[in-house]
T-cell receptor, first 114, second 116 residues
Framework: KAGVTQTPRYLIKTRGQQVTLSCSPI?????VSWYQQTPGQGLQFLFE???????NKGNFPGRFSGRQFSNSRSEMNVSTLELGDSALYLC?????????????FGPGTRLLVL | KQEVTQIPAALSVPEGENLVLNCSFT??????LQWFRQDPGKGLTSLLL?????REQTSGRLNASLDKSSGRSTLYIAASQPGDSATYLC???????????????FGPGTSLSVIP
């Protein structure tokens, strides 16, 4: 069974631009969560989607948004990029919402904002 | 404020040694706790998941325990190998008010080096 895939793997943007990252969960998984990892703040929860609905959201500004499609694939969007948005963005999938069972992580998208 | 801490921040041991990694959390109302390993530049690999009603979980050379009352979890690695070198993170999902679970908070991680 294929694992969680994320595209693109690497991305360079400039301040003020917007970016869209994609995550394809493991086949059959309906829950997708997004995380931001930086050296200073560590791993922080962004949001979780289950059956196309946002079920949970971390403490991030409204510039960070996401959505989930009927095939469970998910996208996250960051508008008006700031230098501090440079990070590794990870998504994770599970069959049920993340609290109930093991989450499986993708390799991440490394975003650099110049 | 709900926080998760991990001690030590870094650990270096000779191959074959048994070791313990610690995770502490400030709120005992947890939904579950999960241990992950992360290799440099990679995503996370789940190691063990402990539900709040459980005391421990085992997988191969790994054993994780949970003591909610004291706000602690330990990850025990037996007979360490160079391939165990990675950063180990614990993640705590705290109980929610509106839903059965609330936010997930990760610890800062313990960087483990196993020397051949």
């Amino acid at each position: 069974k294929a694992g969680v895939t994320q595209t693109p793997r690497y991305l360079i943007k400039t301040r003020g631009q917007q970016v869209t990252l994609s995550c394809s969960p493991i086949s059959g998984h309906r829950s997708v969560s997004w995380y931001q990892q930086t050296p200073g703040q560590g791993l922080q929860f962004l949001f979780e989607y289950f059956s196309e609905t946002q079920r949970n959201k971390g403490n991030f500004p409204g510039r960070f948004s996401g959505r989930q499609f009927s095939n469970s694939r998910s996208e996250m969007n960051v508008s008006t990029l700031e230098l501090g948005d440079s990070a590794l963005y990870l998504c994770a999938s599970s069959f049920y919402p993340g609290g109930a069972e093991t989450q499986y992580f993708g390799p991440g998208t490394r975003l650099l904002v110049l | 404020k709900q926080e998760v801490t991990q001690i030590p921040a870094a650990l270096s041991v000779p191959e074959g040694e048994n070791l313990v990694l610690n995770c502490s959390f400030t709120d005992s109302a947890i939904y579950n706790l999960q241990w992950f390993r992360q290799d440099p530049g990679k995503g996370l690999t789940s190691l063990l998941l402990i539900q709040s009603s459980q005391r421990e979980q085992t997988s191969g050379r790994l054993n994780a325990s949970l003591d909610k009352s004291s706000g602690r979890s330990t990850l025990y690695i037996a007979a360490s190998q160079p391939g165990d070198s990675a950063t180990y993170l614990c993640a705590v999902i705290f109980e929610g008010v509106k839903t059965s679970y609330d936010k997930v908070i990760f610890g800062p991680g313990t960087s483990l080096s196993v020397i051949p």
